[in-house]
């Protein structure tokens, strides 16, 4: 048995939250500071969305708290997994609420010059190139100012339904095809088709 705060890394993350539940409080601080860094990726990973990094740690922070108070090691994957998929999805969703307030146009939110990672190699591609599906492309070469640029980004928001839209704005944040999925709360085969649609749609557009 762990008893106090400094025993408290050789105990699960599970059997911790039990201990919460007990009545030894003091578990809730210390599930919060070792997940502040997870907390902080996500709002890293959110920012190119749109909104203060600050307000996205706090909104993650939100998520967190939700996720040591629903979690049921009888129902979901690891503690770490639904932390995560908490986190992501109370930012996201406070993003998407931000941005309607505000009636944000997509040019203003996310770019066709933003970099991507969906290899999650770090290749840092640009939007433009990945979805040209040509490895040399040049998006200097494929859109030649901002202006059509911007254009052409209002012709994509206008093409894509609403779940391909969604699917779109977190495929930009670097997040992988099975964590959209859960973000969204889909299977990940429609998921995965929506993104190749929406993939279909914009190289048609370009």
């Known amino acids: 048995m762990c008893y106090d705060n ?12 039990d201990r919460l ?8 601080d210390y599930l919060c500071d070792k997940y ?8 890293r990973s959110m920012y190119i969305l749109g909104g203060d990094t600050e307000d996205l740690i ?3 922070m939100i998520g967190l ?9 009888g129902r979901d994957a690891s503690f770490f997994t639904f932390a995560e998929l908490c986190i992501n999805r109370q930012i996201y969703t406070a993003v998407q609420a931000s941005r309607r307030k505000k009636h944000i146009p997509l040019n203003e939110a996310v770019s066709l010059y ?10 840092g591609r640009y939007l433009l190139e990945e979805l040209s599906n040509d490895p040399g492309a040049d998006p200097e070469s494929l859109v030649l100012d901002k202006e059509r640029v ?3 980004e209002k012709r994509i928001e206008e093409a894509l339904s609403p779940f391909e839209k969604q699917v779109f704005d977190l495929y930009l944040t670097q997040l992988s095809t099975s964590q959209i999925a859960r ?13 190749q649609r929406l993939k279909a749609k914009i190289r048609k557009l370009l």
């Not at 708290?65 to 090691?73: L, N, S, T, V, W």
């Not at 973000?183 to 993104?195: C, F, P, Q, V, Y």
Request: charged share 35%; net charge negative; proline share 2%.
């Open 65 to 73: 708290f939700k996720a040591i108070r629903d979690y049921d090691c």
């Open 114 to 123: 933003a970099k991507v990672d969906a290899s999650g190699e770090g290749d």
């Open 58 to 60: 706090q909104e993650g």
């Open 36 to 43: 502040k860094d997870l907390v902080r990726k996500g709002a």
């Open 183 to 195: 973000i969204l709360g889909r299977t990940e085969k429609s998921t995965d088709n929506a993104m």
């Open 6 to 17: 400094s025993q408290y890394a050789q105990c699960s993350d599970e059997v911790l939250i």
């Open 150 to 152: 911007s254009e052409l």
């Open 21 to 28: 539940r007990a009545g030894e409080p003091r578990i809730a």
